[in-house]
């Protein structure tokens, strides 16, 4: 057996090597196709935004110079008045809303047995209803345990003595004034604060 080549020119076999080659070059020409897509609809995108950017600009600029004509067409006084008007329209809801069965629940679960209640006036302000609340009781501590027990419900706040005085049968007699805010303590626990 002959083991030597005997030819003038040695065979290779180039046959893989130019299909490896010709794969990668069509590996690269496919993705030179999809960059360059890619870039034209980038740019098309691009050129479509800016476009639309600038007429929305031109529309914010437009809507400004609106306003401040509408804002220069305002009168101080309308508003004023709107204003007033809103505000008594507030205060005649907030009359309606208010719940009388509610504040007595409230007194019936923190009135001690020996306080009496002997009037309830209600009254709207800014700051909301204010309350002016007369009693009766044997003592300034039964009065302090029933203005500490209204302070806990949370609907209460700045709880405070206004006037008090002993009758002819010996009894205290005192005024309290407080603002009521009937969600006070529902709100407050959904915020977790102390309402006081």
């Keep these: 057996m002959i083991r030597t080549n005997l030819s003038t020119r040695p065979f290779y076999n ?4 130019h299909t490896w080659l010709l794969l990668a070059a069509a590996l690269v020409a496919l993705a030179t196709l999809f ?24 529309r914010a600029g437009d809507l ?3 306003a401040a004509r509408l804002r220069g067409s305002v009168d101080p006084k309308q508003i004023d008045f709107a204003s007033n008007e809103a505000r008594r329209a507030n205060d005649l809801i907030d ?15 923190t009135l001690p047995d020996d306080v009496r209640i002997t009037s309830v006036r209600p009254r709207v302000e800014k700051r909301g209803i204010v309350l002016s609340v007369s009693v009766v009781a044997r003592g300034v501590d039964d009065v302090h345990t029933f ?32 603002i009521y805010a009937p969600g006070g303590a529902a709100a407050a626990a959904r915020e977790g604060t102390d309402p006081r």
């Design 64 to 66: 400004r110079q609106q």
């Design 95 to 109: 009359r309606r809303t208010f719940s009388w069965t509610e504040l007595f629940n409230k007194f019936e679960t």
């Design 14 to 17: 180039e046959r893989a090597v």
């Design 147 to 178: 203005i500490n027990r209204l302070a806990a419900t949370g609907a209460f706040r700045d709880l405070l003595t206004v006037e008090e005085r002993e009758n002819e049968a010996g009894l205290l007699e005192s005024s309290l004034e407080s």
């Design 35 to 58: 960059n360059v897509t890619r870039v034209l609809r980038y740019s098309r995108s691009d050129t479509r935004l800016a476009g639309e950017a600038s007429r929305d600009e031109a």
